[in-house]
C-alpha cells in the first residue's frame, strides 16, 4: 500500500466505482456514490489513521493518500494528491 494508490482508492470509492470505503470498510447503504456525511466520515477515519504513530508505515501512507483525496473532493484543501 502507498500514498498513490490510498488517494486512487479515495477518488474510486467517492464516485461510486468501489463498494466499501478504503479506510474503514463501512458498508454504503442506499446509494451509488457515497453521501457527502460518507465522505467526510471516510476522511476522519483516514486522518486518524495518518495520525497512529504504531501504525505500518504502508498502512499509514495509504490512509494518508485517502485523507488528501477526501479532503481535495471535499473542498476543505487545494492541494490534489
Known sequence: MSYDRGAVDGYLWALGL?????????PVTGRECPSGAQIASE??????QC???GLC???RDYACGVRDALAWIRG???ARP
Open 18 to 26: 468501489r463498494g466499501r470505503p478504503p479506510v474503514s470498510g463501512a
Open 43 to 48: 476522511e476522519h477515519a483516514a486522518r486518524l
Open 51 to 53: 495520525g497512529m504513530e
Open 57 to 59: 508505515s504502508r498502512v
Open 76 to 78: 476543505v484543501s487545494d
